[in-house]
């Protein structure tokens, strides 16, 4: 049923069979993408959320900047909710699990960015949060 409500939603929002437009209401639902390391996060950028572990303790930090995400985390690689999210790097090929990536580099934060349009959002993924 809930595959059926996700592709019904592609198919109004007008996507590609498969996928469903991903908005800032949605990015954290599902996606996949490479995102691209930055210093720092731009001046203007708009803060969205952040998320918390179990503790309480922030994990990371969401911006907004044009049709951009900005994301400032301890954790990126697959198994990241139900998303899988990666650093561009011509040293590390790999598209690693993020506790690997956490233990790795030691819990250090690393900024990167993506557009909306790049973050793809695949419906053979459960929807974790129901946003669809």
Known sequence: MER???????????TTTGFLATTFEN?????????CKID?????????????????NITSTYWKLGRCIIRRSNHWGTKIANCD?????ETEKTKIP?????QQHGGEFTTAIISLDKLRHDLSRPSKYGTY
């Open 4 to 14: 059926a409500n996700r592709t019904q939603s592609a198919a109004t929002n007008n």
């Open 27 to 35: 990015y954290f639902d599902g996606t996949v993408g490479c995102w």
């Open 40 to 56: 720092e996060v731009p001046e203007g950028a708009e803060f969205i959320r952040n998320s918390t572990d179990r503790n309480g």
């Open 85 to 89: 999210w990666w650093i561009f790097s």
């Open 98 to 102: 993020c506790w690997v990536w956490l």
